[in-house]
């Protein structure tokens, strides 16, 4: 008899919006949202361990035409603490959250990030739970992006390595080339040019 492995199922998603792309487990329950901010939110099956993930993106055109050589600055002055801070407490509207970690050197898809690890508690009906976090929070050529993930602190190590899996799947196209230098042609091949000379017509130079 012989044994094969199960092979874990994904679904790809793409946001036709601002064209993000990402990829999670395809037993994961996709929710509805309502704000046109708010891109993605998915739960865990069964809603186990309060686990979710969302992605946030907010076209805010303040930094269009960023060279690649200033994209890192840009998104470290846009994403900063502050900045993820108030994701939590603003748009989730959780209170008393505590950021445990924060860095502004990080990556989102093709772009620069910060990403900041936060604990709060989640409010239910007849409880609080103690939650965990973490957030990566991107800055494209105008486009602010967030991509965060919670569960219940007590389960943090069980679903923290499925939160990491997802994000190296999140893409987002760049809108200009991430290298500093591009390709235009081999212009050391074009063979004889001119250039003025007195009252010659031009000498050649190869």
């Not at 979710?52 to 002055?77: E, K, T």
């Amino acid at each position: 008899m012989i044994s094969i492995p199960a092979q874990a199922e994904v679904f790809a998603w793409k946001d036709p919006q601002y064209n993000i792309a990402l990829t999670y487990p395809d037993d994961w329950m996709y929710q509805a949202t309502e704000k046109s901010y708010a891109r993605l939110h998915i739960v865990a099956p069964q809603g186990q361990d309060e686990a979710a993930c969302r992605v946030i993106a907010n076209n805010d055109n303040r930094f269009l035409y960023v060279p690649p050589q200033g994209q890192m600055q840009v998104s470290q002055f846009v994403q900063d603490e502050k900045s993820l801070q108030n994701l939590f407490e603003g748009y989730l509207q959780y209170a008393n959250v505590r950021l445990v970690r924060y860095n502004d050197i990080a990556a989102l898809g093709k772009g620069p990030a910060s990403l900041a690890v936060a604990q709060y508690y989640k409010v239910t009906k007849d409880r609080q739970i103690p939650m965990q976090s973490l957030v990566f929070g991107g800055y494209v050529q105008g486009l602010e992006t967030f991509f965060q993930c919670e569960a219940a602190a007590n389960a943090w190590d069980k679903w923290q390595p499925v939160f990491m899996n997802m994000v190296k799947t999140f893409d987002l196209p760049p809108k200009t080339s991430p290298l500093p230098n591009g390709y235009y042609r081999d212009f050391m091949a074009d063979g004889f040019v001119y250039f003025p000379a007195g009252r010659n017509k031009g000498v050649a130079r190869y």
